[in-house]
């Protein structure tokens, strides 16, 4: 066939096959699980810490028990923002997207990915904000997981639990990191020491036996690389 020939022919779909990156390993909804609410202002309940305390409770004799304010009652006013995309699938949509595409779920897939992304970038902003965690330790140099020489994951995690059980009376049972320090980790010659696999474990840590390793029941793992970019209206 030749040149001209070739130009000639218009390349049809290979159907029904198509690809694309949908965002998957969403952590906001997991750890940030929806609370139902009427209204859009209000306040939530709390209790403080008064029944943590220790108090003289000894009594001898005709002595009366001592009276104490056992519960301390707390109130934060909260406002829910409202959060949304819209889109448009148009006559002209539905008459020139054919198979593989679809339409109107092509459009729903897009805003959904969208929002997922936008909320897991807006959670991860807050995680990693000192002004919101202010119990934070920055690794540089040789402190840095990657160096499996020097780093000492057991003993940073150890401090970090150590921090959280001092601040509200609870070990924690969650850890909290992006996927490219948990493959790091997978792999750390301390953490596979600590399991007993010493420096061979054929790929590495599972997820479990990371969380382990780490002293936490869960191990939340963010999959979406959050390397979008912010847009406030169509270029």
């Given at each position: 066939m030749s040149n001209t020939q070739m130009k000639a022919v218009v390349d049809q779909l290979l159907t029904p096959v198509s690809s694309a990156y949908v965002p998957k390993g969403a952590l906001a909804d997991l750890l940030l699980?929806?609370?139902?609410?009427?209204?859009?202002?209000?306040?939530?309940?709390?209790?403080?810490?008064?029944?943590?305390?220790?108090?003289?409770?000894?009594?001898?004799?005709?002595?009366?028990?001592?009276?104490?304010?056992?519960?301390?009652?707390?109130t934060t006013a909260y406002e829910v923002e409202g959060h949304?995309?819209?889109?448009?699938?148009?006559?002209?949509?539905?008459?020139?997207?054919?198979?593989?595409?679809?339409?109107?779920?092509?459009?729903?897939?897009?805003?959904?990915?969208?929002?997922?992304?936008?909320?897991?970038?807006?959670?991860?902003?807050?995680?990693?904000?000192?002004?919101?965690?202010?119990?934070?330790?920055?690794?540089?140099?040789?402190?840095?997981?990657?160096?499996?020489?020097?780093?000492?994951?057991?003993?940073?995690?150890?401090?970090?639990?150590?921090?959280v059980r001092a601040g509200c009376g609870l070990p924690p049972d969650s850890a909290i990191m992006d996927w490219d320090v948990a493959e790091t980790l997978r792999y750390h010659p301390q953490l596979l020491d600590v399991l007993g696999f010493k420096q061979n474990r054929v790929g590495g840590l599972n997820d479990s036996e990371l969380a382990n390793a780490l002293g936490v029941r869960k191990l939340f793992i963010a999959e979406i690389p959050l390397f979008y970019e912010t847009h406030s209206s169509f270029p």
């Open positions: 699980p929806p609370v139902p609410s009427k209204q859009y202002t209000g306040k939530l309940g709390g209790y403080g810490m008064n029944n943590l305390r220790l108090e003289t409770n000894v009594i001898a004799g005709k002595g009366k028990y001592r009276q104490v304010s056992a519960i301390a009652r707390n949304g995309l819209s889109g448009m699938v148009t006559k002209q949509d539905y008459a020139n997207v054919t198979d593989p595409f679809d339409a109107e779920k092509d459009e729903v897939m897009g805003l959904t990915s969208l929002l997922l992304v936008e909320k897991d970038y807006t959670l991860a902003q807050a995680l990693g904000s000192t002004s919101i965690l202010t119990q934070n330790t920055t690794l540089s140099g040789t402190s840095q997981f990657s160096d499996f020489t020097n780093s000492d994951p057991v003993s940073v995690f150890l401090a970090a639990r150590k921090a």
